[in-house]
């Protein structure tokens, strides 16, 4: 049977988004998932290695094919007097022509805040910018050899642990330059990347749309490394992100944001202490609305509840608190210290 263009293109376009999880077996799921013979796969995928889209199988059992990526690196003394614009500009846009347009505006909104973050926060002398560019997808590695991102804010805000940097990240609103920079990049720029992650230290923070995750790794570095990363087919819209945590007729300004509790259980730390209830609670007055979000966390203590959920709330009634993915336990300590928040609050239709 001869295929037509479009359903070829189909068949490729499956194989370039699949290629990566499926390295060695990927001839196999072309077969299985749309019934073809395993010498028209094979031929396709042949086809897709000759445009150097996927790079040429290894010989054996074990193929591992991946997809072809294009590198360009620049490094920039910031002794330089660097702008983070001209530098987008002129470096790297060009290098972006075949990005679709809404896709584009997101990489450059991305690019521009987190390199403008290594200029004007990092005390750092060098920067290095990586792009890898292949048939799916666009990913930016921004590494500074500066103070390193979270030993700043602990230090900025007195913090004990640099982990608790990581919440005051994910809460949004956090500059250590109020007069020149609003806080809103590195929120913004995880939920607008299909993939994100800082890491510096021992520690790695990966933000996505308000699943939020630390890690704690063996390994020490320096500095600061950004990682973000775009799909190329992505249908995201910086607009519609932003309007998600505003409301462009009543409330323009960033006045939402999502909180991911289990961020505040580090190694395992149980949540029952008022000191870490206001930890949490840190510049929730900043907002009109924070979303409290407790997935993956089980249970928590009278103290903890009681801070949030009837001190807070008493000192700043027009905060409003809307809490999701709570688990019975949860639900119960919560109902137990605060009459109001205690009714049917949870798990509301919210999109973030």
Known sequence: MKFTNEIINTIKQFAIDNVEKHPNDIVCLLCSHFGITKPTAKKYIDELVDGKIVAPPKKGRYPAYHLLASVKELSYALADSLEEDVIWRKDFMPLLSDIKDNVLRAIQY???EMVNNVIDHSSAINMTVTMLKDAKKVQFYIYDDGIGIFNKIQKDLGLD????SILELAKGKFTS?????SGEGIFFTSRICDGFAIMSGNLRF???KGEDIIFEDKQMRSGTCVVFEMNRSSDVSI???FNEYSDPDAQPSFFRTRIPVKLMEYEGEALLSRSQAKRLVNRFD???EVILDFGGVT???QAFADEIFRVFHNDYPDVHLILVNCSSNVKRMIAHVSVEY???VYNKDIKL
């Open 299 to 301: 249970e928590i203590g």
């Open 342 to 344: 205690g009714q049917d």
């Open 177 to 181: 330059d109020a007069k020149r920079h």
């Open 239 to 241: 607009t519609d992100i």
């Open 110 to 112: 991305s690019f521009t």
């Open 161 to 164: 642990n640099p982990k608790q």
């Open 206 to 208: 990966l933000g996505h």
């Open 286 to 288: 900043r907002f009109l």
